[in-house]
Every structure is written in structure tokens, then in C-alpha cells.
């Protein structure tokens, strides 16, 4: 099995709201990584959690906000986002941050109204 | 860090052609070298993947060879079928450290019957 599950599918959002994504996978992976993508664009990479912490923050502005409660969950809570961060967010992991397969999830659709 | 170059930027071939798509990595020391296959509304699939002890590895129809003293790799697809169509991203570790991965900027592959 090699499923990440990302929920919801599908998110609408005003700039005032507060809002998750949410992020599972059964694989006992120990890296877990939130990608954002743009259309037309390849993934690009935010935040990446190695053995429930969080080792990189790719300069990402403080409305997004990272979460690994145990090994097989990621969260990314949001907050007062712009329209200019609508996008797909892709969650993805790996057996560990060192070179090895990396398996994403199918996305949200998230649209800042 | 890494710096990956991918072409063709798009790819138009008969079915049954043949379709290689080519990136170019700066980082000598970048020893992994996914290929992911995205369908629109998706998630990236991982297709396959090479590692710098290796010349070439191949999965039925797909292929990918890695030259590393010219720092390129390349996704060969044989006996292509409408349902290769899709956006195919090359990428390989984003610093020394190999914590997670840096896209190419994608190759939209058509396959017409």
C-alpha cells in the first residue's frame, strides 16, 4: 500500500476564515512533506517533518501553519490567507528525508475567495 | 542547492511512437533521480526512479538512463498509448542533505490515436 490520503479534496475559503488540511498515510513513514502547486507549475516544497519534527520551513509566510501530531498524520492550518494562495496542496512521504521514494497524495483544491 | 532542467517543455507523438523526455541536474553529489507522472486533478506518481550506482533501469515500457559526468537523465517511454497522456516531472534531492525533492518544470506528453 502505498496511499497518502489528503482531505478534503476540495476547500473554499474566505480570507478571514481558519481552515485544515489534513494528511494520513499507513505506510510507516518517517518523513512527511506539504508541497504547494501552482498550474502549469511543478510542486514546489514548503515545510518537510522528519521523525515528527519539523526540519525544514522553505521561508513559507506564517498564515500557513505546519502540524505533525504523530507519525502518520500532517496538518496544515490556515489563516487569513490572499487569493494569490490558491493552489493545489500536496501532501507527500517517504520512508526518511534521505533520497528515498517519495509518494504523494491526490491534493486539496484550495481557492481563497 | 540543486538546479534541475527539463525538456521538452511539451510532447506530441502517434501512439505506438516512442517519447523521451530529458533533464539536466548542477549538484555532482545528487546520487537520486525520480520520474513522476501527473493526470490532470491528480497527485504526482512516482513511475520510477534511478540512483547514481546505475546506468539504466527499466519497467516494462518505461526507462531511465542517468549519464553522470554529463549530469543528465533522461525518461524513455516505448510503444506509447493515449493513457501516457500526462504532465511527466523529473526532480532529484534539493540539497546534500537529500531532504526532499526539487521538480523539473514538467513535459505535457499528448499521445494521439
Known amino acids: 500500500d502505498t496511499e497518502v490520503t489528503q482531505t478534503p479534496k476540495h476547500l473554499v475559503m474566505g480570507m478571514t476564515n481558519k481552515k485544515s488540511l489534513k494528511c494520513e498515510q499507513h505506510?510507516?513513514?518517517?518523513?512527511m512533506y506539504w508541497y504547494k502547486q501552482k498550474a502549469k507549475k511543478p510542486p514546489e516544497l514548503m515545510f518537510v517533518?522528519?521523525?515528527?519534527?519539523?526540519?525544514i520551513n522553505e521561508s513559507v509566510p506564517s498564515r500557513f501553519s505546519p502540524e505533525c501530531p504523530n507519525s502518520s498524520l500532517l496538518n496544515l492550518h490556515l489563516h487569513a490567507l490572499q487569493p494569490e494562495d490558491s493552489a493545489l496542496y500536496l501532501c507527500?512521504?517517504?520512508?526518511?528525508?534521505?533520497?528515498?521514494?517519495?509518494?504523494f497524495g491526490q491534493g486539496t483544491r484550495l481557492t481563497v475567495v | 542547492g540543486e538546479n534541475v532542467e527539463q525538456h521538452p517543455s511539451t510532447l506530441s507523438v502517434q501512439e505506438g511512437d516512442s517519447a523521451v523526455i530529458k533533464c539536466t541536474y548542477s549538484?555532482?553529489?545528487?546520487?537520486?533521480f525520480p520520474w513522476y507522472k501527473q493526470e490532470l486533478g491528480k497527485g504526482p506518481q512516482l513511475i520510477i526512479d534511478?540512483?547514481?550506482?546505475?546506468g539504466e533501469k527499466k519497467d516494462q515500457r518505461i526507462a531511465v538512463t542517468l549519464n553522470k559526468t554529463a549530469k543528465h537523465f533522461s525518461l524513455h517511454i516505448t510503444e506509447t498509448q493515449p493513457e501516457d497522456s500526462a504532465v511527466y516531472f523529473c526532480?532529484?534531492?534539493?540539497?546534500?542533505?537529500?531532504?526532499?525533492?526539487?521538480f523539473g518544470k514538467g513535459t505535457t506528453l499528448s499521445v494521439s490515436s
Open positions: 517533518y522528519s521523525y515528527e519534527k519539523l526540519s
Open positions: 507527500a512521504s517517504s520512508q526518511d528525508s534521505l533520497n528515498t521514494e517519495a509518494f
Open positions: 549538484d555532482s553529489a545528487s546520487n537520486y
Open positions: 534511478i540512483r547514481s550506482n546505475v
Open positions: 505506510m510507516g513513514h518517517r518523513a
Open positions: 526532480a532529484a534531492p534539493a540539497n546534500q542533505a537529500g531532504t526532499a525533492l526539487i
